[in-house]
Nanobody, 127 residues
Framework: QVQLVESGGGLVQAGDSLRLSCVASGRTASIGNMGWFRQSPGKERDFVAAISWSGSMTHYTDSVKGRFTISRDNAKNTVTLQMTTLRPEDTAVYLC????????????????????WGQGTLVTVSS
């Protein structure tokens, strides 16, 4: 099993920046792609960003391209989401997710593509 713990959320103003972190523990050697999703009350869980095991490939939803950056440090079992120029519509609970490695397919965009989830960290952006 893998456990994921997010941190770094908070209340900020529009235009500010935040840095979210997710630390993995447990069977971390079994982790492949990692991702960030976000969910607002009453809405579906939406893909935000993902990164391959090596970090050589990153993917973003269109609304955060150029503003958010995902990175990972496998030595520290950490994935980070640097968020800049935050907007009120970025307000949500942000969840870290990990996909098992060696599944035979490269998938990253759907919540069903991930096997492990953190509890989430709340980001609130005021206008």
């Amino acid at each position: 099993q893998v456990q994921l713990v997010e941190s770094g959320g908070g209340l900020v103003q529009a235009g500010d920046s935040l840095r979210l972190s997710c630390v993995a523990s447990g069977r971390t050697a079994s982790i492949g792609n990692m991702g960030w999703f976000r969910q607002s009350p009453g809405k579906e869980r939406d893909f935000v960003a993902a990164i391959s095991w090596s970090g050589s490939m990153t993917h973003y939803t269109d609304s955060v391209k150029g503003r958010f950056t995902i990175s990972r440090d496998n030595a520290k079992n950490t994935v980070t989401l640097q968020m800049t120029t935050l907007r009120p519509e970025d307000t949500a609970v942000y969840l870290c997710a990990a996909r098992r490695a060696n599944t035979g397919t490269y998938s990253y965009r759907g919540s069903v593509d991930y096997h492990y989830w953190g509890q989430g960290t709340l980001v609130t952006v005021s206008s």
